[in-house]
């Protein structure tokens, strides 16, 4: 099944703005609780975009906007990661120092997850 290039488009953006834009807000202050929470923003992510894309169901649609919601949730940390590589940190220092936070790494897959399952069932 394929999708047009406007809505691929169009899930992918979405998806990378609604992952950075709950990312902001999740995952930093609930702690372990962002388990079920990214189920339920993925969800929503995933009927947002379902109807932005005019209720098209699509595993590409469902797949860019997955891959947009993991680069929005990982943005701000992989920001920080590679600003301090860049400066000549080693890598591995640099994720301990940036405090690479892994409950975000669940956030994300977790409702990259949801997402992808809204949009293809």
Sequence with gaps: MSAPPKTLLIGGASGFVLGFVSSVLVPSVIGFFVLFLGAI???FIGEI????CGRKKSRLIAG????GFI???FFLPTRGVLGLVSEGV??????????FPLWALAYAIIGSIAAWARLTW
Excluded: K, N
């Design 41 to 43: 923003v993925g969800g």
């Design 49 to 52: 975009v379902s109807r932005l």
């Design 64 to 67: 860019m906007t997955a891959a």
């Design 71 to 73: 680069l929005g949730a």
């Design 90 to 99: 080693a890598l591995e220092t640099a994720i301990s120092v940036a405090r």
